[in-house]
């Protein structure tokens, strides 16, 4: 049941990577809720008002409908949080209602979190973005890059050494060759799922990340785009580079300083209480909440750079803020103009992106997919949108263009029955008659 799970979901994950960001982007209110947002918008451009009551109606529709236990949409315009959606439940039987402040497990939008401390990182000088990643994982020293997916007639899958080695930058990029755990069809797919970070909790992220260095690569070091364990290698990066692990790094750097006060990778008592449940879709379709003891396998409670983290909406909204704004947020920044500039800059193009994701005129940064520019708007955004989203069904975007930052958030692990009218979808779909003018 756990590997079929994964197995149904390899193609609703190229589905949200295609689509992964939304459309938005700029500094805030902070800790709102949907019945605090005020009526009058101080010197920002109102978004569309039929836009929005058609998302409030199609969120509550949705969660009615049990497509998802809840949702929660925040979305500002020019720095002024201007409305919040919030429908459903955060737990279906305990009728806990899915809000702004539910703790929810973000997965991948962890990524960018990883990118700003590593940038940060770079630009203290404790890292370059063309150093070796031997340089600080000697595990990764002896690179190898497979010849075939698929092993010999030995049983073993044959390699050549790379022509270079891994760089912090491939990694940012997620053009370093490392592989995932998304992909059944080949045996060194396969050869990957034996090594899940997340599987095993009394393994340090230190060992986590050497067991999977000595697996070979897909390809040669920045030949192109896959998505991959890159991020979570990077947590431990910025572990070496900083002295400090991943947890207390994010918080004193990144997480406190922005006033996030409820994000981290582990939960204390006070903050059970918020966490939603995380639910799925059974057999017959039903909605189900899935059993707590599958949760490592998702990065619960695990400090690793790619998933791990969990997060609400104000307090997401906060660092998305933050990016739109340069890097910092009410007075406090965490990174530099330049830095959040090539985190935001399209560094892998159509030459080397996946076709699916070509379609929406989506290249990628630094951990963040991005939109052309000079491409015109698309199904994705405006030129030079940003953001990603999370494998429960979570996204967020940035639009310097339209000056919206957004973000939807819900609580569902992918099944073959798990409905399609999800919070990323929804975005896709009501996004843009919310921002028109």
């Known amino acids: ?111 960018p979190v990883t990118a700003v401390a590593v940038m940060q990182l770079v630009e203290n000088g404790a890292l370059r973005l063309d150093q070796p990643l031997a340089d600080i994982i000697p595990a990764f020293a002896d690179a190898h890059v497979a010849v075939s997916v698929m092993a010999n007639e030995s049983g073993e899958i044959a390699t050549v050494p790379a022509a270079r080695a891994i760089t912090i930058e491939d990694l940012l990029t997620h053009t370093s060759g490392i592989g995932y755990v998304f992909d059944y069809e080949t045996d060194l797919g396969r050869l990957y799922l034996t090594r899940n970070v997340y599987e095993d909790r009394d393994m340090t992220l230190e060992q986590r ?15 192109r785009w896959y998505y991959s364990w890159s991020n979570d290698i990077l947590g ?12 207390s790094y994010m918080q004193s750097r990144i997480f406190r300083p922005l006033g996030m006060d409820s994000t981290t990778f582990f939960p204390d008592e006070a903050l059970h209480g918020r966490i939603a449940t995380l639910y799925t879709h059974d057999e017959s379709g039903a909605i189900q909440p899935l059993p707590s003891s599958l949760d490592y396998a998702f990065g619960a409670n695990v400090a690793a750079g790619g998933a791990g983290l969990f997060s609400t909406a104000n307090d997401y909204f906060r660092f998305a803020q933050a990016l739109a704004n340069g890097g910092e947020l009410e007075g406090t920044r965490i990174l530099s103009q330049e830095g959040v ?17 070509n379609a929406g005129n989506l290249g990628f940064g630094y951990s963040l997919g991005v ?45 073959a029955t798990t409905p399609r009218e999800g919070a990323r979808a929804i975005f896709r779909q009501l996004m843009p008659a919310v921002i028109a003018e």
């Not at 431990?236 to 947890?247: C, I, M, Y």
């Not at 500039?341 to 994701?357: F, G, I, L, Q």
């Open 1 to 111: 049941m756990y590997d079929a799970r994964w197995r149904l979901t390899t193609l609703l994950l190229a589905s949200a990577l295609a689509g992964s960001l939304g459309l938005a982007a700029c500094s805030p209110q902070t800790q709102a809720s949907a019945d605090t947002v005020s009526e009058f918008i101080p010197a920002a451009r109102e978004l569309n008002g039929q836009g929005l009551a058609a998302l409030d109606a199609t969120l509550n529709q949705f969660a009615a409908a049990q497509a998802r236990s809840g949702y929660v949409a925040l979305i500002a315009r020019d720095g002024v949080v201007q409305h919040i959606s919030e429908a459903g439940y955060a737990d279906i039987e305990a009728e806990r209602p899915m809000n702004a402040d539910t703790l929810v497990r973000i997965a991948s939008m962890t990524k």
């Open 209 to 223: 990340i050497d067991h999977l260095a000595g697996l070979p690569l897909y390809f040669q070091p920045g030949e």
């Open 236 to 247: 431990r990066v910025v572990e070496v580079a900083s002295g400090q692990d991943l947890e």
């Open 341 to 357: 500039n090539a985190m935001t800059r399209v560094h892998v193009d159509a030459d080397r992106m996946p076709e699916n994701m």
């Open 371 to 415: 939109v052309y520019e000079g491409q015109g708007s698309s199904a994705s955004g405006y030129p030079a949108d940003f953001g990603w989203g999370g494998y429960f069904d979570t996204d967020f975007f940035v639009s310097p263009q339209t000056g919206v930052v957004a973000l939807i958030l819900a609580q569902e692990q992918p099944s």
